[in-house]
């Protein structure tokens, strides 16, 4: 039987640390890739990847040939929930014995959670082993989406109040991933994943201050305004309400809840937020 690992989404912000740390661990993922040169570099890093690209249905069921397990990632685009069944269908077809879903923090009401909901539905109905991944808000958003007024303007913008949000580190969701997909005991489970503490992004911002050795301000900003700036970065407009709803929800003080999976599934403590922006801190200079 095959033991191959498939990690899709390997060049974001979770399937990349999926794929150092199984490489580290001594395992050679398959990795789906879009674009040549990023294979190469994945490649040279001791990864085999694989061509696939979802809007390219040809190639998706070559590069599920011989698989045994699926990180399983789904793009934030508004056709997710139609492409990740199209994943299930491909892994089915490949008799695939375990999926680990990158999902998200499961929350009442929002069209991100449900989206998610029915992309585990998909999975569970398929009858493939699954473990789902459901993560809060990245710590590393920080360091992508709001790294450029971050640099430009010592400032980020968001409509999310003061409620408090237990971000979490992509680093602590793969670790997760990869012990669901190289050790026994985690088929069939939810795992809902936080960091250690709730943070609101004033006191993002003030951990950002005080580590960078400059003054971070967080600008809590009418969400009409973050609409705005959404369109005129060319987001679709699904996507442009999902994250609305998503930082109404923060606001909301919905995101709070501390998880212990972290610790209970890997062993060790959750990167505090002060370690992420220390550890990130060229991105932000
Ligand atoms: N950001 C958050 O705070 C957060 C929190 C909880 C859950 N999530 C969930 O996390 C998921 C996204 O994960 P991520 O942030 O790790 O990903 P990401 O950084 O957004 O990267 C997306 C990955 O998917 C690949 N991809 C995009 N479109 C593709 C296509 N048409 N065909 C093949 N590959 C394609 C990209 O490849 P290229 O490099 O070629 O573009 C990249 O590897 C979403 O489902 C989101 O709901 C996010």
């Known amino acids: 039987m095959s033991n191959t690992i498939f990690v899709t989404g390997a060049t974001g912000n979770v399937g990349s640390q999926v794929v150092q740390q199984l490489i580290a661990s001594g395992i050679t ?10 294979a190469e570099s ?83 109905f398929s009858g493939i082993p699954f473990t789902f991944l459901r993560p809060n808000g990245f710590m590393q958003n920080f360091a992508t989406a709001m790294a450029e007024t971050i640099k430009a303007d010592n400032a980020f913008y968001l409509n999310a109040g003061e409620g408090k949000v237990s971000f979490v580190d ?62 005129g970065a060319g987001m679709p407009e699904p996507t442009v309400n999902a994250l609305l709803e998503l930082y109404a929800s923060y606001k909301a003080r919905q995101a709070a809840a501390v998880s212990p999976v972290v610790e209970q599934v890997t062993g060790k403590q959750p990167i505090s937020f002060e370690q992420f922006v220390k550890d990130y801190a060229e991105v932000w200079k």
């Open 29 to 38: 993922p398959r990795v789906a890739v879009r674009s040549l040169n990023k």
């Open 42 to 124: 994945l490649q040279k890093a001791g990864a085999e990847p694989v061509e696939m690209d979802l809007d390219r249905l040809e190639t998706i069921q070559p590069a599920f040939t011989g698989v045994d397990k699926v990180f399983l990632v789904s793009p934030f685009v508004p056709n997710m929930v139609e492409l990740t069944a199209i994943l299930v269908k491909a892994a089915k077809q490949a008799n695939v014995r375990h999926i680990v879903k990158l999902s998200a923090l499961a929350q009442p009401g929002i069209a991100l959670s449900k989206w998610h909901e029915e992309m585990e539905n998909a999975i569970a």
């Open 170 to 231: 992509t680093r602590d969701i793969a670790s997760v991933a990869v012990a669901a997909l190289t050790t026994s005991g985690h088929e069939g489970q939810s795992y809902t994943i936080t960091g250690s503490e709730a943070l609101s992004h004033s006191q993002a911002a003030a951990i950002l201050s005080q580590v960078l050795g400059r003054t971070i301000n967080y600008v809590d900003v009418p969400e009409d305004a973050v609409r705005q700036g959404m369109q």
